[in-house]
């Protein structure tokens, strides 16, 4: 084990900022070079070849691909909108099978932007209990767009759980790469499952000395970082619900509680990708489609809340000037 005295300052520093550090000490986290490196090392850790890991629809279009590298299985379990989005948690149990090995939240879900309820997370829990791992990737936690505090995933104390984490959001620092998983659950299981880590983490060696020696003081930082991103996207979104409830135009933006998007449902005669393409080619504007994170029925747009407010209001207007167009 290679534990260097910038390593434990940097774990300690990680452990500072995770609510307050009641959840995790410095022993119970292990450093990575990202969250899709932290995926990798879960999924080698819990997985043999052929084994499925559960995966929600609708979100981030990066599971099927970091499994299949790991040559696991994705089996998608299904988010559902109505006035809000919540897991369905008859399908997620129908799902699960012997060679289930772990089920993945993102705690709130990107793009859709919903928390787990403290009833979504302890039923949860109670179905992974102590046969199949926990994975919540919670790097958007601190986006909320209320002050109203959400559950973590370290809370669903019964199964063995891994929380992921990184600088480049939490910081807003994608480039510094440096991410964490943070092990909680049974004593037992995640003794184990710390140990296995730390011996896969060394064979690969992927964390840089200076990030980790930055750490400290990056995240020192970054709730002046969080602040201000809060008040960029609170402020977007606050703008885009009065402008769609004013305008009359044909959009709805999806109800959420956090995160960094917008959801808008909008009519799409000629499809998503082909209105996506001609906001491109027209507007010079970069949206995405539904399709690309698995949105389902009806035609959806996915919107940057962080851009400046002026850059925002002109996308509006450009999609609404392109579905004038018919």
């Known amino acids: 084990m290679r534990?260097?005295?910038?390593?434990?300052?940097?774990?300690?520093?990680?452990?500072?900022v995770l609510a307050g550090?009641?959840?995790?000490?410095?022993?119970?986290?292990l450093l990575t070079c990202s969250t899709s490196e932290s995926y990798a090392l879960l999924f080698k850790l819990l997985c043999s070849?052929?084994?499925?890991?559960?995966v929600p629809r609708p979100s981030y279009p990066l599971f099927e691909w970091l499994t299949r590298l790991e040559g696991v299985e994705a089996v998608p379990y299904a988010l559902h909108y109505a006035g809000g989005w919540q897991i369905d948690l008859g399908e997620l149990r129908q799902r699960l099978g012997p060679r289930t090995r772990a089920v993945v939240v993102v705690n709130p879900n990107n793009p859709t932007g919903n928390y787990?309820?403290?009833?979504?997370?302890?039923?949860?829990?109670?179905?992974c209990g102590r046969?199949?791992?926990?994975?919540?990737?919670?790097?958007?936690?601190?986006?909320?767009?209320?002050?109203?505090?959400?559950?973590?995933?370290?809370?669903?104390?019964?199964?063995?759980?891994?929380?992921?984490?990184?600088?480049?959001?939490?910081?807003?620092?994608?480039?510094?790469?440096?991410?964490?998983?943070?092990?909680?659950?049974?004593?037992?299981?995640?003794?184990?499952?710390?140990?296995r880590l730390e011996l896969i983490a060394?064979?690969?060696?992927?964390?840089?000395?200076?990030?980790?020696?930055a750490a400290p003081r990056l995240l020192a930082l970054g709730e002046l970082v969080q602040q201000q991103l809060r008040a960029?996207?609170?402020?977007?979104?606050?703008?885009?619900?009065?402008?769609?409830?004013?305008?009359?135009?044909?959009i709805s933006l999806l109800e959420a509680a956090g995160g960094w998007s917008g959801v808008l449902r909008i009519p799409a005669?000629?499809?998503?990708?082909?209105?996506?393409?001609?906001?491109?080619?027209?507007?010079?504007?970069?949206?995405?489609?539904?399709?690309?994170?698995?949105?389902?029925?009806?035609?959806?747009?996915?919107?940057?809340?962080?851009?400046?407010?002026?850059v925002l209001r002109a996308g509006v207007a450009a999609i609404e000037r392109e579905l004038a167009r018919g």
Request: with cysteine.
């Open 49 to 54: 070849p052929g084994d499925q890991v559960l």
């Open 202 to 213: 060394d064979n690969y060696l992927s964390v840089g000395a200076p990030v980790q020696l």
């Open 116 to 127: 787990l309820s403290a009833g979504e997370l302890a039923e949860l829990a109670a179905v």
């Open 21 to 29: 550090g009641a959840r995790y000490g410095p022993r119970d986290l």
């Open 3 to 16: 534990r260097t005295r910038v390593a434990c300052a940097a774990r300690g520093a990680v452990a500072a």
């Open 232 to 250: 960029r996207v609170r402020a977007n979104r606050d703008w885009l619900v009065q402008h769609l409830r004013e305008s009359g135009a044909p």
């Open 131 to 195: 046969r199949v791992a926990l994975i919540g990737d919670e790097v958007f936690h601190e986006y909320g767009w209320t002050d109203q505090p959400q559950v973590r995933i370290a809370e669903a104390s019964q199964a063995l759980t891994f929380h992921l984490g990184g600088l480049s959001k939490l910081v807003g620092l994608p480039q510094l790469k440096l991410g964490w998983i943070g092990v909680a659950g049974p004593a037992a299981l995640r003794r184990a499952a710390l140990r």
């Open 269 to 310: 005669p000629r499809g998503e990708e082909a209105l996506a393409l001609d906001l491109l080619d027209r507007e010079q504007l970069v949206v995405h489609p539904g399709y690309f994170f698995d949105l389902g029925s009806g035609s959806h747009l996915v919107v940057s809340l962080i851009v400046p407010p002026e």
